[in-house]
């Protein structure tokens, strides 16, 4: 028996990036426009970046609180009371080493071997990956579509819970397909969750990247103190700040201990000099967001008008977070498919079957990055599909 077959069955299981062939093919391709990773092309801003410094040079670089410094946690009441009109305390807060961690720390926090969570596809695939490792099974329940675009048929939702389920994960707005749930869909699943006494895993990282209002509507429009919902979040997307590997769970105060010692046992906290500037990012970076919003909007305008124009892409302009998920007519392999377009184009995709099965005819288009590079990767794709037969 090999070293590698000695290992643990969950961790063999973990699935391999769909996305990580078609980028390692292309990542070295002079003049590669590059839309297949889920971030923008702007580093973090200074205001950001030197608060870290300064805390660093300060000698800020000592064990710290394993739940955040005090400041971080403060500093997030204040963002939450700004961006959802309630009142929050700083123990409704725990800082986390990203939001894959949140997510990971939630899941741990729920549900284990010979559990089922459900979640929503198709769906960034950390969370089902994260839940397989961790020995529970990820139940997928597929999102629908109508010429209205994307919507969660919260009935089916309630068909998969089994006395197995502990938890229904949603991620609204949604990666990739930027489907958004409306105040009556969550309010649906809550009380579903309720019902059934479930646990609810809300990932709203991209609540404020929303195009039909300041932000997305929010469970916590809807819940009461004592419902089970955990939420994750992470610094990444509006920040700039993906290298950074901070992020949040907000949670009912009770439950702090308890994530307090899931960070014991897993990274024992964050850098303090990179809290820093993480309290930083959410007292002064609320100008930087909306500037990112609406980039992004005009972005997604451009992509959608460029490629309506071909008659051969199908798709619906995103509610919200900053993808387009689109088939091509007469493409049914987004994986081969992408490697064309990379040889062809010029243009890095990010292929459907990353996304969950079911969802090979698509592919996933990252716009967050500079208007006029989103407007070139845009026209080249629109000849590469007015060609392609």
Not at 83 to 90: L, P
Not at 216 to 245: Q, Y
Not at 289 to 296: K, N, P, S, W
């Amino acid at each position: 028996m090999t070293l590698i077959q000695n290992l643990r069955g969950e961790a063999l299981a973990a699935p391999e990036s769909g996305i990580v062939a078609v980028v390692n093919y292309g990542r070295e391709r002079p003049g590669l426009i590059p839309l297949w990773a889920g971030e923008g092309d702007l580093p973090t801003p200074p205001f950001i970046a030197d608060a870290a410094s300064r805390a660093l040079a300060a000698g800020e670089t000592f064990y710290t609180w394993q739940k955040g410094i005090p400041d971080l946690r403060q500093a997030l009441a204040r963002y939450y009371q700004r961006h959802f009109g309630r009142e929050f305390a700083s123990d409704d807060f725990i800082v986390t080493g990203s939001g894959m961690h949140a997510i990971q720390l939630a899941i741990d926090a729920v549900a284990g071997k010979g559990d089922d969570v459900i979640y929503l596809t198709p769906a960034w695939p950390n969370f089902a990956a994260a839940a397989g490792i961790g020995g529970a099974r990820a139940v997928p329940v597929s999102l629908q579509q109508s010429g209205n675009g994307w919507f969660c048929d919260v009935e089916r939702i309630a068909a998969a819970v089994t006395p197995a389920t502990r938890a229904i994960f949603i991620n609204s707005p949604s990666n990739p397909t930027g489907w958004t749930a409306d105040r009556e869909t969550l309010q649906a699943i809550l009380d579903l969750a309720r019902s059934k006494g479930l646990w609810i895993i809300a990932d709203e990282i991209y609540s404020l990247f929303y195009y039909d209002g300041p932000r997305a509507p929010s469970f916590l429009d809807i819940a009461a103190d004592e419902d089970r919902i955990l939420f994750v979040n992470s610094f990444s997307k509006n920040w700039a700040m993906t290298g950074w590997r901070v992020g949040w769970v907000k949670a009912h105060p009770s439950l702090q201990p308890v994530f307090e010692n899931l960070i014991q046992y897993s990274t024992s906290g964050v850098a303090q000099f990179m809290q820093r500037g993480a309290v930083v990012a959410l007292d002064s970076g609320d100008a930087f967001i909306a500037e990112q919003v609406e980039r992004a909007r005009q972005a997604r305008n451009l992509v959608c008008g460029i490629l309506a124009e071909t008659g051969r892409a199908r798709f619906t302009a995103p509610q919200g977070a900053f993808y387009l998920f689109f088939t091509i007519d007469g493409i049914e392999q987004s994986k081969s498919a992408a490697f064309d377009i990379i040889d062809q184009a010029n243009v890095g995709l990010a292929p459907g079957t990353a996304f969950g099965d079911g969802w090979e005819r698509y592919f996933r288009l990252c716009f967050h990055r500079r208007l006029d590079q989103v407007e070139e990767a845009a026209h080249r794709l629109a000849r590469w599909i007015t060609a392609a037969r």
